[in-house]
């Protein structure tokens, strides 16, 4: 049985006092090897009921080098937790300890899927794991968290260091030929040169170790095997075409009750600060468009400039009717930037549209109701790979044009929910729009009204210097 070796600590009321419970913990860390031989190596892994803060553990232990599996554990739970960038070892850290002290065998190494130096504070999953079961721990993930890398070389066992502030905090390893490297780092009590010796020495066939990948196997068919009564979404959100706006019904804070209420931190808290908006300021009716191809115009023209250029330049397009793929794709550079010159930028911008309408055209006829049948991963990654075209204007052009469940984040959004202590100011990108669609039920209309109502507090209340705190709807909704 595997007993932890410090308690796991008490849930955090709000984001800093999570940060300084892993600075607490910090110092505790072992950053040399004291793995000595290896004979058993353990992997663990997570995995969510669909719509819900359910979730289940899998560890399963292998015998190293020969990579067979000796025994298995679980356990589930309701997260304690919600998701943040950075802090993933309190969401799921603890379900992870329940299921390894479940082993009969103490493992000599546990592989996390997850970061362990390799953190914005140098303590991500694999650390905190390793820390608090006295058990040598590698952070072994299928993304980069924090720092940069060059591609390793193509042959296996190949390695480029992942750099953070000028810090070696791990290193992108190639564990099969032709294939995405993972990125280890040093989790508790074992070097770098250690932990991608170990992390190579699991990987057989496939590019994940194979202690990772058989808890990943696991725990999802322990998820199917326990399936959960389908969750209601009764709510009524605004159209984004107009109409009377509703508050998200009350069932969806009952069944995600936030952990930290009045923290400003939770699902329940994003559903209160949407219906608090909501009943401040009404619907919004966003966004504006004749047709779903003008929104896709206005998407790419609003780049650093304000809506009302925007409005001109496609007033100039519409008297010279050209707003269409199609007049777009035929008219000269040259004559499409002397159109939207209202806008700012428009020979940067002239080219944004050509080459948007090109993609546009060519792979889906100039047809906005064939590109919706599509994939939304799929189509994200062909936004992306147009020129000029980043994630806030993908994603705007997928939920405002092509109705797709996807949550877009801007400036606004990370002003507003950094200052309520939702995440750190400087988070990425996927990061913030990670934590609202995991802790927002996947509907268009309400991504819609909810991005919208952010624009309008952040201009109204919440400036870039410094915020109307004292008369803000928000204040309000922390404070009824």
């Not at 300084?20 to 913990?25: A, K």
Request: with cysteine; hydrophobic share 35%.
């Amino acid at each position: 049985m595997v007993e932890p070796v410090l308690k796991h600590p008490r849930r955090p009321r709000n984001y800093k006092e999570a940060v300084r419970i892993q600075e607490r913990l910090k110092p505790r860390l072992v950053l040399e090897d004291k793995t000595g031989p290896v004979h058993l190596v353990a992997g663990a892994d997570v995995s969510y009921d669909k719509g819900s803060d359910n979730f289940h553990a899998a560890v399963v232990v292998l015998k190293f080098p020969e990579l067979e599996t000796i025994e298995e554990a679980r356990a589930s739970g309701k997260a304690p937790f919600p998701y943040i960038p950075g802090l993933l070892s309190f969401r799921e850290g603890p379900i992870v300890i329940k299921a390894l002290g479940k082993l009969k065998n103490r493992p000599d190494v546990i592989l996390v899927d997850g970061h362990g130096v390799a953190h914005p504070r140098g303590f991500g999953i694999a650390s905190h794991i390793g820390v608090l079961t006295g058990i040598p721990s590698i952070g072994c993930a299928k993304s980069v968290l924090v720092g940069e890398f060059r591609e390793p070389a193509r042959m296996r066992g190949s390695t480029s260091p992942l750099v953070y502030k000028n810090i070696e905090v791990g290193r992108a390893l190639r564990t099969k030929e032709k294939v995405k490297p993972v990125f280890v780092s040093v989790g508790h009590m074992t070097s770098l040169d250690r932990a991608c010796e170990i992390v190579l020495g699991c990987c057989a066939k496939y590019r994940l170790p194979e202690p990772a990948r058989r808890a990943h196997i696991l725990v999802n068919k322990i998820r199917k095997e326990n399936p959960k009564p389908a969750l209601s979404r009764r709510f009524a959100p605004p159209s984004p075409t107009g109409g009377e706006g509703k508050k998200v019904n009350n069932i969806i804070e009952k069944r995600n009750p936030s952990p930290l209420a009045g923290e400003g931190m939770g699902r329940g808290e994003l559903i209160k600060i949407y219906n608090s908006l909501l009943e401040h300021y009404g619907p919004q009716s966003w966004w504006p468009g004749e047709t779903p191809f003008e929104v896709m115009v206005g998407a790419i023209l609003t780049q650093n400039t304000s809506w009302t250029n925007v409005e001109k330049a496609i007033s100039n397009l519409k008297r010279s009717d050209s707003l269409s793929p199609e007049a777009i794709d035929a008219m000269p550079e040259g004559r499409l930037a002397e159109l939207i010159k209202p806008s700012g930028y428009f020979n940067i911008k002239a080219k944004r549209l050509k080459s948007f309408v090109k993609y546009f055209m060519e792979s889906y006829g100039g047809k906005t109701g064939k590109m919706r049948k599509g994939d939304v991963a799929q189509i994200r990654r062909e936004l992306l790979s147009v020129t000029g075209i980043g994630p806030e204007t993908a994603d705007s052009i997928m939920l405002y044009a092509l109705e797709m469940p996807v949550f877009v984040v801007d400036a606004y959004t990370k002003r507003i929910f950094s200052r309520h202590g939702f995440f750190p100011p400087d988070s990425e990108y996927h990061e913030v729009q990670k934590f609202f669609m995991d802790s927002l039920p996947g509907d268009v209309k309400l991504y819609n009204e909810y991005h919208a109502l952010i624009v309008r507090l952040a201009k109204e209340r919440c400036a870039k210097r410094s915020g109307a705190c004292r008369i803000c709807v928000l204040a309000k909704a922390e404070n009824p």
